[in-house]
């Protein structure tokens, strides 16, 4: 979808709002993340060379986008580097009205394009993320209440889902019964006890921007919040297991958990759910899948979480092997 206004009366417009000369649209960059959450986006550059993304955003999540814009912009002041937080107009707003549209800038970072599926692989990508997540943990410990956001429940999630889904497709919700069976036995009991804290909510490869050896930045914190503890680091070993299975017991994955185990930042029962953690936030892709009706993702999904459920003593003895 193209904005309201045309290119030049978009440019013009821009600039005014932000103080700065923005001179051209640079759709030859490519842009990580998802297009999903905005009506158009694209790369723009102002005459010192300097290189942003534009977005124009529904209006039905303005709120969602400026709290967002906000988290962001806290954590760079307080030292989290690898973020790319929302630059605020000449009014101070990060999420102006421009044209009868609500458009956004932040910087653009480029990045190494991932070596698919051979990255799974990379030790130091363990080291990397383990980084980052220590950094994020300590940043919003020191002053939680700036971070604070109502709980997500997993388990809450979870069982409106697969209620949703017996309604709808008794086929695939019966494919899917065994593991709700699973995680009914101890994990939605348990889940309601583990320690929270705030989490980026979808951190997986593809959401961070790799440097040659390092995180430039991590993108789309749509789902940022408080949850539980664990919660990217599950989401991010399931991400990597649905790439190559293998990886689970590769360098990457070793590496990053060495390094969590090392440092501290998770309790003990955190630890011991890690596996069932994975298997539930499978649950939200499959919602994924079923949004967008792709019938062979959603069997391959039921494939692989069989694989992680079957398969969950000797994974939790791959996790933790190097401890």
Not at 35 to 55: A, C, D, F, N
Not at 186 to 192: N, Y
Not at 207 to 217: D, P
Request: with cysteine; proline share 7%; net charge neutral.
């Amino acid at each position: 979808m193209q904005p309201h206004l045309n290119e030049t009366d978009l440019l013009a417009a821009v600039s005014r709002q932000w103080k700065m000369s923005v001179d051209r649209l640079r759709p030859d960059l490519p842009l990580a993340g998802s297009p999903e959450r905005t009506v158009w986006r694209s790369v723009v550059e102002t005459s010192g060379k300097r290189q942003l993304v534009l977005e124009k955003i529904p209006s039905n999540i303005y709120g969602r986008k400026r709290r967002i814009a906000g988290v962001l912009q806290e954590l760079s002041d307080r030292g989290l580097s690898q973020t790319a937080p929302y630059l605020p107009d000449a009014g101070g707003e990060f999420i102006p009205l421009v044209d009868h549209g609500l458009w956004q800038l932040c910087p653009y970072v480029g990045g190494v394009v991932l070596d698919r599926p051979a990255y799974v692989m990379d030790g130091w990508r363990g080291d990397a993320v383990a980084d980052f997540l220590i950094g994020l943990h300590a940043i919003c410990h020191r002053d939680p209440a700036v971070f604070d956001t109502p709980p997500f429940s997993v388990s809450a999630y979870i069982r409106d889902l697969f209620a949703a889904l017996s309604q709808r497709d008794q086929k695939v919700a019966e494919r899917y019964r065994p593991f709700m069976d699973h995680l009914g036995k101890r994990f939605f009991s348990v889940h309601d006890r583990l320690p929270t804290r705030f989490c980026h909510g979808d951190l997986h490869p593809i959401n961070i921007i790799w440097g040659e050896r390092s995180i430039r930045a991590v993108i789309d914190w749509e789902f940022c919040g408080i949850k539980p503890e664990a919660y990217d680091l599950a989401n991010l070993l399931g991400c990597l297991g649905m790439e190559d299975p293998k990886s689970l017991a590769g360098p990457f994955v070793s590496r990053l958990i060495s390094r969590l185990r090392s440092s501290g930042p998770f309790s003990d029962e955190s630890w011991d759910t890690l596996p069932d953690l994975m298997l539930a936030l499978r649950f939200a892709w499959l919602s994924e899948w079923m949004r967008k009706k792709d019938q062979p993702m959603i069997r391959l999904e039921a494939d692989y979480m069989s694989l992680l459920l079957d398969h969950r003593q000797d994974l939790k003895s791959i996790l933790f092997r190097a401890v």
